[in-house]
C-alpha cells in the first residue's frame, strides 16, 4: 500500500531522534573506556541495541505507526549488529 | 549484466516490485542476513578455538616492521632482532598471565622488567619496555605506542639498537586477551652507566653505576647458567596454561580469521547502510509513506556500531 503526503517532522520526533543519537554518543564512549576488555564491550553493545529496539517500539507508538513488521525489522537489524559484534569481540 | 542492475535495484531502490521498500530492508531479507552472519561468526568461533595462535592479527613481524618503520621516519637507525629481548619478552607476558596482573612491575613483589631482560641473559646498558592488550591488529598497537609520548620516546629513543617481541594470548582478569610486549635494549659494552625505562609509569632510572647492576662479566660458566635458564624458561613456558606465542619475526600468516570477520562485518554493515540511504532517498524523492522502521534511527544506529567497530579493534597500552 502506497500514498502519498508531506512529512514534517515535529517536535517529539526531533528530541527522539536527538535521544537517540546522545544515547548512541554515550555508547560509544564506553566502548572507549572499556578498551581490550571484550566482555564489558559486548554488555555495553548488547544494552545499546536493546535500548535501539525499545527505542524503535516506543517511538512507533508514539506515532501510531507500530505493527509487528516495525517491530520485527528493529529485532532483526539489532540482532545483526550484536551477532556481528559478538564475532569480532569473541566472547 | 542487466540481470544484476536488475537484483540491485530490487535489493536497494524502493519500487512497485518491492512493495515500495528496498528487498535489503525486508523481513525475509534481514532474516537471511542474520543466517549468514551466524553462519559467519560459528565458523569464526570455530576457527579461532582451533588456532588459538592467529586470534588476532598482530604478527611479530609487522610489529618490528611499524616500529623501524616509525624509527627511519625520525631520521634514526634500525633496531635489529634480538631474540633475547624476545625471550625476555615471553616471560614477561608470561609472568602477567600467571600471575595475573597487568603492570610493568609485578604487584607481589615488585619484579621490574629490567630482571626479565637479565634473566634472559642479555647484558644492558639501555633497556625499555612498552605493553599492550586487547588490540587487533598490528598498526593499532604501534599507532596506539606512537600516540602516547613516553611510549613514543621508547620507540624512537635513539639508544636503543634492539628489540625484541611477545605475542601471546592469554587469561587475565577472566578474559581471554591477547598481550604485546616490546622490550628495547643496547647491549652493555663497557663500564658504562645502565638506564631503563618503563613507559607509562615514567619510569627512567638514570645513572646508576654498572658494577651495582649489571651481570657478571661473561665466562663459560655463566653463559652455561645462562643457557640452562632459558632452557629452564621453555620447559616453564609449555607446561603453563599458554595457548599460543610469537616470538620470531617470520611469521607468515596467510589468512587470518581476525582480519576476515573484521572485513566481513564493516561490509555487511556499509551495504546496509548504504540501501538505507538508497531508499530514504528515493522515497523521500516520491514521497512514499509506509508501514516500515524508520531509515533515519537504521542509519544512525549502523553509523553507531560502525564506529563501534573501529574502537573495539583497539586496546590498552601502558
Do not use: C
Request: no cysteine; charged share 15%.
Amino acid at each position: 500500500m502506497m500514498y502519498k503526503r508531506e512529512h514534517r517532522y515535529t517536535t517529539h520526533e526531533v528530541i527522539e531522534y536527538l535521544l537517540l543519537a546522545i544515547s548512541g554518543g554515550a555508547f560509544l564512549l564506553f566502548l572507549s573506556i572499556f578498551k581490550g576488555q571484550h566482555m564489558k564491550q559486548f554488555i555495553v553493545s548488547a544494552l545499546f541495541i536493546l535500548y535501539y529496539i525499545l527505542w524503535g517500539i516506543i517511538h512507533h507508538m508514539r506515532d501510531q505507526t507500530l505493527h509487528l513488521k516495525v517491530v520485527l525489522e528493529y529485532i532483526l537489524i539489532g540482532g545483526l549488529a550484536l551477532i556481528l559484534l559478538q564475532m569480532l569481540l569473541s566472547v | 549484466m542487466n540481470k544484476i542492475l536488475s537484483l540491485l535495484h530490487h535489493l536497494a531502490v524502493p519500487s512497485e516490485r518491492n512493495n515500495f521498500r528496498a528487498k535489503g530492508l525486508h523481513i525475509d531479507f534481514l532474516t537471511g542476513m542474520i543466517a549468514v552472519a551466524l553462519l559467519m561468526a560459528f565458523f569464526v568461533n570455530q576457527q579461532k578455538t582451533a588456532i588459538l595462535g592467529y586470534a588476532t592479527d598482530i604478527t611479530i613481524e609487522k610489529l618490528f616492521e611499524k616500529t623501524n618503520e616509525q624509527r627511519t621516519s625520525k631520521g634514526l637507525s634500525t633496531l635489529k632482532y634480538n631474540d633475547l629481548l624476545a625471550r625476555a619478552a615471553q616471560n614477561k607476558a608470561q609472568d602477567m598471565l600467571s600471575n595475573n596482573y597487568w603492570a610493568h612491575y609485578r604487584p607481589s613483589d615488585g619484579k621490574a622488567p629490567w630482571s626479565f631482560i637479565t634473566e634472559s641473559g642479555y647484558k644492558y646498558e639501555y633497556a625499555g619496555e612498552n605493553l599492550a592488550q586487547g588490540f587487533m591488529f598490528s598498526d593499532g598497537v604501534v599507532q596506539a605506542w606512537m600516540q602516547s609520548p613516553t611510549h613514543a620516546a621508547n620507540i624512537v629513543r635513539p639508544e636503543y639498537n634492539e628489540v625484541g617481541f611477545a605475542v601471546m594470548n592469554g587469561v587475565l582478569n577472566g578474559e581471554e586477551i591477547t598481550l604485546v610486549v616490546q622490550m628495547f635494549g643496547k647491549e652493555l659494552s663497557q663500564a658504562n652507566p645502565i638506564v631503563r625505562t618503563a613507559q607509562a609509569e615514567e619510569i627512567n632510572e638514570k645513572l646508576k653505576p654498572a658494577s651495582k647492576l649489571s651481570p657478571p662479566p661473561p665466562s663459560p660458566s655463566s653463559m652455561q647458567e645462562k643457557n640452562d635458564l632459558a632452557e629452564k624458561t621453555i620447559q616453564n613456558y609449555y607446561s603453563g596454561n599458554i595457548a599460543i606465542n610469537q616470538t620470531k619475526p617470520a611469521q607468515n600468516v596467510i589468512f587470518n580469521i581476525d582480519k576476515v570477520s573484521f572485513s566481513s562485518t564493516l561490509v555487511i554493515l556499509l551495504i546496509l547502510t548504504l540501501i538505507i540511504v538508497i531508499d530514504f532517498i528515493v522515497a523521500r524523492r516520491l514521497n512514499i509513506i509506509r508501514i516500515s522502521g524508520k531509515n533515519i534511527a537504521h542509519f544512525l544506529f549502523l553509523v553507531i556500531i560502525i564506529v563501534g567497530v573501529l574502537i573495539i579493534t583497539k586496546g590498552l597500552i601502558i
